[in-house]
């Protein structure tokens, strides 16, 4: 049973914007660290961004940081990825992820928890 399903995922310009959203189903994840993950055609997956378990610390990848935001309202059981200046690289399957075992993230192998992703895909 799929626990997270993100959505907000399509096609746009570079330059552009999107906002994609993660909604927990079973569980309320108000108490974990989320995370966001992407990963592109013949790559790796990769860490984009994360926070802590009532969004007062955030980290980002190089890569995003200045144009990505990551937010979350526990009393709607959601967390965000508002992506501005979007470039053709950032075009990718971007996956939710969760904690349980932890309130603050640490790194990619405590996320236990996938959503099945939403597909960004960025024009030049």
């Known amino acids: 049973q799929v626990q997270l399903a993100e959505s907000g995922g399509g096609l746009v310009q570079a330059g552009g914007s999107l906002k994609l959203s993660c909604a927990a189903s079973?569980?309320?994840?108000?108490?974990?660290?989320m995370g966001w993950f992407r990963q592109a055609p013949g790559k790796e997956r990769e860490f984009v961004a994360a926070?802590?378990?009532?969004?007062?610390?955030?980290v980002y990848a190089d890569s995003v940081k200045g144009r990505f935001t990551i937010s979350r309202d526990n009393a709607k059981k959601m967390v965000y990825l508002q992506m501005n200046s979007l470039r053709p690289e950032d075009t990718a399957v971007y996956y939710c992820?969760?904690?349980?075992?932890?309130?603050?993230?640490?790194?990619?192998?405590?996320?236990?928890?996938w959503g099945e992703g939403t597909l960004v895909t960025v024009s030049s």
């Open positions: 079973k569980y309320a994840y108000t108490n974990y660290a």
């Open positions: 992820a969760a904690d349980r075992g932890s309130a603050t993230y640490r790194g990619v192998d405590g996320m236990g928890d």
């Open positions: 926070l802590n378990w009532n969004g007062g610390r955030k």
